[in-house]
């Protein structure tokens, strides 16, 4: 690279998923002899160290979001919307400080509406264009979001422009600066093909409390009734290793190992998170989705899938694991070269 960039990466706190889908892309830049930044909470943090830990990483709050312990994640949001607002605003001259401070040419926002800057060319990266709810506030939201959007130079949406694993929510209208990069994973091949598991059952937990300690309850509670070995992925990197009984539970873990992992289990549950989606495609794993009650995107990718490709989901509230769950696997991952292209169409 003749013309290297001081490129900033900043995903969203909503679980960790924003910042593991960044993953591939940096590894991109990275090979492309860019300089990339990245920032973000302690949590991103951990994850952009483990894969790359000579980048320089800038600490910066997080929206904090907190889920309800029911099904109302509709008044949830809605009653934190201001504390929303308020943080796009003050994103917006974080990333001038930055822009200023390390010089910057690019900032790549994973959904932080607000992480642009005057002098940079900015890029927004979504799968979520048409933000799921009620039908009366559908049109609402759309243009709320479209209207964010639009103050990005270019929209990326990971996903293919066909057989998609987003189904509506990047279907038509589409903001004009949009392009679709294919999907984002930090795994690059699928699960071995093995015959003797060490799991019946891999839990993966993930996303906003208190649903995170909720569904990981939940998921002890039904391994500890099985006599077969289970394991259980806490997303809580606050917590450590330990095995109880037949159930061996890990806070995180490592790419390679979670990778060592999946290839141990059996079948894997988890939500229907996009960004497990994702990853779960190239894994070609068969799992079983149980969304978040009342986040309206996952019972929306939960039932797509389950029309698409067979796979099971039921709601938190009636699950039960035992000899009749089904597993199935998510739509197999088609290597593209959509985000190269993407990239050179941007200049990197």
Not at 17 to 43: M, S, W, Y
Not at 215 to 232: D, G, P, T
Not at 302 to 327: D, E, G, L, W
Request: aromatic fraction near 12%.
């Amino acid at each position: 690279m003749n013309n290297p960039k001081n490129i900033l990466i900043a995903p969203l706190d909503w679980g960790l998923g924003h910042a593991t889908r960044c993953v591939p892309l940096i590894e991109q830049l990275l090979l492309r002899d860019h300089q990339v930044f990245t920032c973000g909470n302690k949590d991103s943090e951990v994850i952009f160290k483990e894969h790359f830990p000579s980048l320089q990483h800038i600490p910066i709050n997080g929206y904090n979001v907190r889920y309800s312990k029911g099904n109302k994640q509709g008044l949830s949001m809605l009653v934190q919307a201001p504390k929303f607002f308020k943080k796009i605003y003050f994103e917006r001259k974080i990333a001038e400080q930055l822009s200023s401070r390390l010089k910057l040419d690019y900032i790549i926002s994973d959904n932080r509406f607000g992480f642009r800057a005057r002098k940079t060319t900015n890029i927004f990266i979504t799968h979520q264009i048409h933000i799921q709810g009620p039908k009366l506030l559908t049109p609402l939201f759309l243009k709320i979001n479209l209207n964010y959007i639009n103050k990005f130079k270019h929209c990326w949406i990971p996903d293919y422009k066909n057989n998609k694993l987003s189904g509506i929510l990047t279907d038509f209208p589409l903001p004009n600066n949009s392009t679709f990069i294919g999907p984002l994973s930090r795994f690059k091949k699928p699960a071995k093909i093995n015959q003797n598991f060490k799991y019946k059952y891999l839990g993966i937990v993930s996303g906003p409390e208190p649903q995170r300690t909720l569904f990981e309850k939940l998921l002890i509670k039904e391994f500890s009734k099985e006599n077969a070995a289970c394991a259980v992925i806490g997303g809580n990197l606050s917590k450590s290793n330990y095995t109880k009984r037949n159930i061996s539970y890990f806070p995180h873990l490592k790419t390679n190992n979670f990778y060592t992992i999946i290839n141990e289990s059996e079948n894997i549950i988890c939500r229907p998170g996009y960004s497990n989606i994702m990853d779960l495609s190239i894994l070609n794993k068969k799992a079983f989705v149980i969304p978040t009650p009342g986040q309206t995107e996952q019972e929306y990718l939960a039932k797509y899938h389950n029309k698409k490709s067979s796979v099971k989901f039921c709601k938190q509230n009636s699950f039960t694991i035992n000899n009749k769950t089904c597993f199935n696997k998510f739509q197999p991952f088609k290597h593209t070269n959509l985000l190269s292209s993407a990239l050179k169409e941007v200049g990197l």
